[in-house]
Every structure is written in C-alpha cells, then in structure tokens.
C-alpha cells in the first residue's frame, strides 16, 4: 500500500509548485481534484495547472462542490470522495489530491483530509505557496518586518473589524472579500491606509493595483484579496 499524498499547487501560476509536489504527480496513478459547481456548470480553478504539467494523462477524478454558505452537501461530497480514494487506495493506487494555494490554510482538502483520517487511511501533505504571499510578492512590498505582527481575516463584512485588529496588528489580509466588499469599500477609501489589492494571482487574468478608487465599478471575484498596511 501507498501513501495517500495531498499535494499544494499553489495561487495560480503552473510554476509555482514545489519540485516534490511535481515529482509526485509524476509518479501517482490517481489524482483527485476539487471544483465548483456554479448556475450547473462545473469548472476547476487547478485543472488547468494539471494540463500545464502534462498531467491530464492521468486517471483524473473530480470533486465539484456548489458555491453555498449550505455545508451539508459540501459535507457529503467529502464523505463520498474520501469512500472513493479508500476504494482506489485498497486497489493498491497511488493515489494523490491537490488543491489550490497552500493545503492548510482555508483549503478545501482539510475537510477531506479529516474523512481519510477517520477511515485511518496513512496520508502524508505537501504544503505549497498562500496567495497572499505571492500577492506580496508581485507588489514588491513585505507583509512583515522586524516585530509586526499580521493578521489574516476572512469575509469581513464591516469596517469595524478592520479597525478593531489595527489596534495590535501592523499587517492586515482580507481573504474572501467578494461577500462584504460593498459593504465597507466606502468606508476603506477615506482610510489614510495603504492597500495592496489582488485578483487572480498567478493567472493569464491577473490584476493588482494600489488605487482602490480604481475598483469602484469593478466586480470583485472569488480570488481575490486585500493586504493593507498602517
């Protein structure tokens, strides 16, 4: 039997995958992947990563879940993907299951991974780049220096609580933003804050700008996020 590998893929560029992770992809025979299911349509954000790497040659397997705040059928798609790698697994499959960004942080594998450790399954993880780090990166400005201190707050929906963790934070990262942005957008741009907006990182769709007067019409998509500094 082998181990079950969750593997990393990164924010969205192909390259930015580790050299262990892309060994092992090579060497699997089984790679589950997640995606999402919006108005019955089905699309993998990490697809097309795969298809980059050649790897679409594989035995390809997806999980689809609906964009709902509803965790019941989210649960459910879990519990039947993780019977699926058991049943792949005892087969004697190498088996591996990526996800976007980095495999534990607001990814959809930790929910699998908790399946596969209550069927006592041995899995081993390799982690990968945040998009937060890569959005950095890409403004060239550091998320921390020396002793500040950074927080990481998902679907903020009111201008208080950004606020609130200023108060023993230096570093702020809005993830999720999609849900509360125009509930607090007007309130952002009359801050004497610095912003550092995201969307898409590491795509052929990729934006970034430091001017949030410059998103005012513009619809905010699901990858996306904020980094904002005192």
Same mark, same amino acid.
């Given at each position: 039997?082998?181990?079950?590998?969750?593997?990393?893929?990164?924010?969205?560029?192909?390259?930015?995958?580790?050299?262990?992770?892309?060994?092992?992809?090579?060497?699997?025979?089984?790679?589950?992947?997640?995606?999402?299911?919006?108005?019955?349509?089905?699309?993998?954000?990490?697809?097309?990563?795969?298809?980059?790497?050649?790897?679409?040659?594989?035995?390809?397997?997806?999980?689809?879940?609906?964009?709902?705040?509803?965790?019941?059928?989210?649960?459910?798609?879990?519990?039947?993907?993780?019977?699926?790698?058991?049943?792949?697994?005892?087969?004697?499959?190498?088996?591996?299951?990526? $996800? =976007?960004?980095?495999?534990?942080?607001?990814?959809?594998?930790?929910?699998? @991974?908790?399946? /596969?450790?209550?069927? +006592?399954? #041995?899995?081993?993880?390799?982690?990968?780049?945040?998009?937060?780090?890569?959005?950095?990166?890409?403004?060239?400005?550091?998320?921390?220096?020396?002793?500040?201190?950074?927080?990481?707050?998902?679907?903020?929906?009111?201008?208080?609580?950004?606020?609130?963790?200023?108060?023993?934070?230096?570093?702020?990262?809005?993830?999720?933003?999609?849900?509360?942005?125009?509930?607090?957008?007007?309130?952002?741009?009359?801050?004497?804050?610095?912003?550092?907006? $995201? =969307?898409?990182?590491?795509?052929?769709?990729?934006?970034?700008?430091?001017? @949030?007067?410059? /998103?005012?019409?513009? +619809?905010? #998509?699901?990858?996306?996020?904020?980094?904002?500094?005192?």
């Amino acid at each position: 039997m082998h181990t079950i590998h969750g593997i990393a893929l990164g924010p969205g560029d192909p390259e930015l995958l580790t050299l262990k992770a892309l060994r092992i992809l090579k060497e699997v025979d089984l790679i589950f992947y997640p995606g999402s299911i919006t108005k019955n349509q089905k699309k993998s954000f990490v697809y097309p990563i795969l298809q980059y790497h050649g790897l679409e040659n594989k035995e390809l397997t997806g999980f689809f879940l609906k964009m709902s705040n509803d965790r019941k059928e989210a649960s459910d798609t879990y519990a039947i993907t993780a019977k699926n790698i058991e049943e792949a697994y005892r087969s004697g499959k190498k088996i591996a299951i990526v $996800c =976007e960004g980095d495999i534990s942080l607001y990814a959809s594998f930790s929910y699998l @991974l908790k399946e /596969l450790q209550d069927l +006592e399954l #041995p899995v081993s993880l390799v982690p990968g780049i945040n998009s937060f780090s890569l959005g950095a990166s890409q403004h060239q400005v550091p998320l921390s220096l020396l002793n500040d201190k950074v927080a990481i707050l998902p679907r903020v929906k009111k201008i208080q609580e950004i606020t609130q963790y200023f108060q023993e934070f230096d570093t702020v990262v809005l993830m999720k933003i999609r849900s509360g942005w125009n509930t607090f957008y007007t309130d952002l741009i009359q801050k004497n804050w610095k912003y550092y907006y $995201c =969307e898409r990182l590491g795509t052929n769709e990729e934006y970034i700008t430091t001017d @949030l007067s410059t /998103l005012a019409n513009r +619809e905010i #998509p699901y990858f996306s996020l904020l980094i904002i500094k005192k």
